[in-house]
Every structure is written in C-alpha cells, then in structure tokens.
C-alpha cells in the first residue's frame, strides 16, 4: 500500500505548535542536520534555522545549498577546524548582544567527529545558554540497523592515518566490551578493514554500513575474515562515507585478557620488559607488541 501526501504542508498544526514554543535569545542552538536524505530534520530544527539572526557551520557553500532546499536563507559564518577558536569568540560577542545562533555542521550532529566542541565549551564559559536538537547521526543509524547484540557501544570516530598509530589504538580496544563505532572515509575502506581483521582476528562480527540515507545505502554484516573480500568484489564499494561496527570483546576474551596482565605483572617484577613481553606472548598466544605497550603501562601503575 502506498500513501499520497496532501499538496498542503503535511502536519500544520504542529508546525504552528513548534514555532510557539520558546526560544530563548542569546543562546547557541545546535542543530542536527540530514546525513544524505533532506527529509531527515525535525520541524523544531527548521522552526531554528528560520528564526535564527546567524548559522555557524563547516563550510557556508554547502550550508547555502541545504538551506535553499528549505526555503531559507541566513547569514552563515565559517566555522571548521582550522579557525574554530577565532569563530567561538565572534559567536560569544554575538549570543551576548541577545542574538540566536545555530551550530550545524556539514552532516549530522555537531560535535561528534566534526568541529563544534570548542565553540560550545567557549559559549558555556561565557555563562551562555547551549540548546541542542536532536536528529540525526550517522552513528546511532548504523547502530540500529546493525543488530549486533550488544547492549552498548564505545564511539571511537576516526582511526588515526598512518598504520603504526592505527595499530596501537586498535590494540588498546581489543578487551573493550562494547560495539566499537568508527568513521573511515572511502579511500582508506579497505586498509582500515585490513587493520581491523589483523588485530581482531578473523571470527568477530563487522557491519558496513555505506552512504546512510542516500541513494546507494548498502548494510553488510560478515566475520571479519570475509570483510576485506567483500571490499574488493566492487569497485563502488571504496567510495562513500562509511561507519564501520565491529562486535566488542567476549567476557571469555575478558578474562583472557585478565590472565595476560596476571602473567606480565609477575614478569615484570623479574626481567626487563621488553623480555618479559616477550615471554608472555609465548606463554599467552597474545600479540608481543601488544602485551609490550601493557607492560608499559603496567610498569608505571606499580
């Protein structure tokens, strides 16, 4: 079955209903905006956007553009990480001349993976008021269409460009009992899989889940032995923006992981490091550079 939408604007009354709420001036109003599909905003998010003096945003020709689809036009100030602490102090002096800003960034929730902290901790810090409005994340979407069976999840956003670094940071995720959340632009797609199936191992679940709301969403779910095939059977597959879901640790995995550090702290109270590293990855099965940076740690606890 199929539904026509009246030619009149769909849900007036609550239209009139939003745009009679309160909206408190000299406040910063972060606003979510669509990650693809423009029908993904709330009526409050549009109701803002109208009655806002200014938008600050990540880049103003692609804000122009999203604007203009809903019929709106503002004043919009440049507002990225390269000048985010000068644009923080403009939108401050602003907010407290009793002015309305909105926060979007170029897709999805300011703040999270994209600029828009420093902005919010200096309006805080000036003893202004910071309103957000929910709506859409390219995280959280991933995460309900995933069906990883986890009741919690740990955002890490970005992995870091250059491999070793890359290495390390997922290293330090290996025990985490959580859904892990990342970001990865599609040119990096398939060395960020490759990473992720050499130190997780080949049996964890990953999903991809590729151009969220546009017109070629793809949601694949494999072990992560599967991952890097699955990224090379299509070309199209290493372009559009990725979030990437990869199944937490295992309380087994816990507990193995409890056990190493039992073997390092006895080790360590003996040899030098990088030996007793080096035992214990003979002894465990565990990855020695991985049980090197725990020594570390452990050593500096002690």
């Known amino acids: 079955m199929t539904s026509t939408l009246p030619n009149s604007p769909p849900f007036p009354s609550i239209m009139q209903e939003v745009s009679q709420q309160v909206y408190p001036l000299s406040t910063l109003y972060v606003v979510a905006t669509p990650i ?41 100030i440049a507002a990225h990480e390269h000048n985010e602490r000068e644009a923080a102090a403009k939108l401050v002096s602003r907010l407290q001349s009793g002015q309305r800003i909105a926060l979007v960034s170029d897709a999805g929730t ?46 890490v956003g970005f992995l870091p460009v250059k491999a070793r670094q890359r290495e390390q940071v997922l290293e330090d995720l290996l025990a985490v009992p959580a859904t892990l959340v990342f970001y990865e632009a599609p040119h990096r797609i398939a060395e960020t899989t490759a990473a992720l199936a050499k130190v997780f191992g080949p049996h964890r679940q990953i999903v991809f889940a590729r151009e969220l709301t546009k017109l070629f969403e793809e949601i694949h779910r494999c072990p992560l032995q599967e991952a890097e095939a699955w990224i090379a059977a299509d070309s199209n597959r290493e372009k559009g923006e990725y979030v990437l879901l990869v199944e937490g640790a295992t309380a087994a995995a816990s507990a193995d992981d409890a056990e190493a ?42």
Do not use: W
């Open 36 to 76: 693809g599909n423009t029908g993904d905003i709330t009526l409050r998010a549009l109701n803002v956007l109208s009655i806002a003096d200014a938008v600050a945003c990540e880049d103003t020709r692609n804000t122009a553009q999203l604007l203009h689809r809903y019929g709106l036009s503002k004043e919009l």
């Open 110 to 155: 300011p703040a999270v993976s994209d600029p828009g902290a420093r902005i919010v901790d200096a309006v805080r810090a000036a003893g202004l008021r910071v309103m957000p409005l929910p709506g859409a994340s390219a995280a959280v979407s991933a995460l309900s269409a995933g069906g990883l069976l986890h009741d919690r999840f740990y955002f």
């Open 261 to 302: 550090d039992r073997i390092l702290s006895i080790l360590i109270a003996e040899l030098p490091v990088k030996q007793a590293a080096a035992l214990a990855a003979q002894i465990s099965g565990k990855k020695k550079n991985a049980l090197y940076e725990r020594a570390l740690q452990l050593k500096q606890e002690t």
